[in-house]
């Protein structure tokens, strides 16, 4: 089995996760994609995050419908943030004779030697750099990588938590479960310093 690991902070997921997760699945012919939320410190930045178990649950609400996609909370479970290596190493243990292929943004790419253990993480997972046309890949990747090329679509959490709090739709920039959830649970509604300038 070909067996893909996303993994974000997904707060909340919307369009362009999915478009790339889809082409991803399609570049690499995986038979499954894990999406997996990070735990993330309650006020990194500045910005308070909304609470893991309904980030859990926008995951879901995505990914449901999809066959290909499934949602781990293996990192939610665990106390305080997450290693990758370790999130590599508990997948491959459950998932023996899968060949693991983990999936990061072309930013991330260039910070892995400065990761826990890059070299474990190479040797357990094939690393595949989603890049959006136009975005650069780093000219000499410490580590080796597959280069998945995904259609742009210029579509961030930042955008829609923005647009939440200034009363636009966001209707068809996030499934229409995952609206559901932000407007029961009225996330977003205040603006975040951070967001502001980014
Ligand atoms: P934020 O705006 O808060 O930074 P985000 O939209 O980048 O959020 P994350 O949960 O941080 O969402 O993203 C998880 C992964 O998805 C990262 O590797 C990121 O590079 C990738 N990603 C985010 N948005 C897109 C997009 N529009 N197209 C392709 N990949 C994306
Ligand atoms: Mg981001």
Redesign the pocket.
């Known amino acids: 089995m070909r067996l893909g690991l996303?993994?974000?902070?997904?707060?909340p997921?919307?369009?362009?996760?999915l478009?790339?997760a889809s082409e991803a699945c399609d570049a690499l012919r995986l038979d499954r994609l894990l999406w997996i939320p990070a735990a993330v410190h309650p006020l990194k930045g500045g910005r308070v995050r909304t609470p893991a178990p309904l980030r859990l649950e926008m995951a879901a609400a995505a990914v449901a419908g999809d066959p290909r996609f499934g949602v781990d909370d293996l990192e939610l479970k665990r106390q305080g943030p997450s290693y990758t290596v370790d999130t590599l190493r508990e997948v491959r243990d459950r998932h023996p004779a899968a060949e693991i292929f983990f999936?990061?943004?072309a930013?991330?790419l260039a910070d892995l030697p400065r990761w826990r253990e890059p070299d474990e993480i190479a040797r357990i997972a094939t690393l595949a750099v989603?890049s959006?046309e136009g975005e650069t890949l780093p000219d000499d990747p410490a580590y080796p990588a597959v280069h998945v090329p995904?259609t742009?679509?210029?579509?961030?959490?930042?955008?829609v938590?923005g647009r939440a709090a200034t009363g636009q739709t966001l209707r068809y920039l996030v499934p229409d479960a995952v609206r559901a959830v932000i407007e029961r649970e009225r996330l977003y509604r205040e603006p975040s310093p951070l967001d502001r300038i980014?």
Do not use: E, I
């Open positions: 996303f993994g974000g902070t997904f707060d997921p919307h369009l362009g996760h478009v790339a999936l990061t943004g930013d991330n989603v959006r995904v742009r679509v210029d579509v961030s959490s930042t955008l938590r980014r």
